[in-house]
């Protein structure tokens, strides 16, 4: 049983920004790649950023230079850090870590961009 701990979210004016977190157990976090990924209504989950355990990131075309993950391996924690929001970003996201051995899913956490 390993829980992934989401926090973060919540409603903010096109422009504004957040920062999600996830928290992992310390025993999968350091040899994990971390991810986020999010889901509009009625749209399929998509693929945000991700970050490997050596620091390795990517991103999907529509929040590069807008949105920065990162890792903290002594917090065991994944940030994504979100500036210049726009309302197309508004979605539910899901932390998500891929082991040798198997992955997790965060609970989600609730992101709305809107005036």
């Known amino acids: 049983q390993v829980q992934l701990v989401e926090s973060g979210g919540g409603l903010v004016q096109p422009g504004g920004s957040l920062r999600l977190s996830c928290a992992a157990p310390?025993?999968?976090?350091?040899?994990?790649?971390m991810s986020w990924y999010r889901q509009a209504p009625g749209k399929q989950r998509e693929l945000v950023a991700s970050i490997t355990s050596g620091g390795r990131t990517n991103y999907v075309d529509s929040v590069k230079g807008r949105f920065t993950i990162s890792r903290d391996n002594a917090k065991n924690t994944v940030y994504l850090q979100m500036n210049s929001l726009k309302p197309e970003d508004t979605a539910v996201y899901y932390c998500w870590i891929l082991t040798s051995r198997d992955n997790y899913w965060g609970q989600g956490t609730q992101v709305t961009v809107s005036s």
């Open positions: 310390r025993s999968i976090f350091s040899i994990s790649t």
